[in-house]
């Protein structure tokens, strides 16, 4: 055994006697110390879900939106499986089907009108 161990084990047992004789001799002692010890890990957890809540913007409205995506993706897949599935196997299919690569198109893409045709000369500004 290591070192280590033993003073991990050492003070867990030191920890169950103190528990055990303060359980006997002073219950009510014991039960407010849980108590506050109850308390002040509920306050510590809140200010810690507080700041992380803070530090990665919300969070929320990311859940949300993320949610809101993932639901649009699955009806989009179902939209394009078909609706009865035929005889043949998945794999028999995919390849009498074979489709000519397509680009598609990028209709979420759009033109802002600006200054096109001046060219910006950063040197000389």
Do not use: C, W
């Amino acid at each position: 055994m290591t070192i280590r161990t033993v003073i991990t084990y050492t003070l867990i047992g030191l920890a169950a006697i103190g528990l055990f004789s303060m359980l006997f001799y002073s219950p009510g002692a014991l039960l407010r110390q849980i108590l506050i010890f109850a308390i002040t890990a509920v306050v510590i957890y809140g200010i810690y879900r507080l700041i992380v809540r803070n530090r990665n913007g919300g969070g929320r409205a990311e859940d949300k939106a993320f949610a809101r995506a993932a639901k649009e993706s699955k009806r989009r897949m179902k939209m394009k499986q078909p609706s009865s599935p035929s005889s043949a196997s998945p794999k028999k299919q995919a390849s009498s089907k074979r489709r000519p690569f397509r680009k598609k198109s990028a209709n979420h893409l759009k033109v802002i009108e600006g200054k096109k045709g001046k060219r910006n000369n950063r040197v000389s500004s």
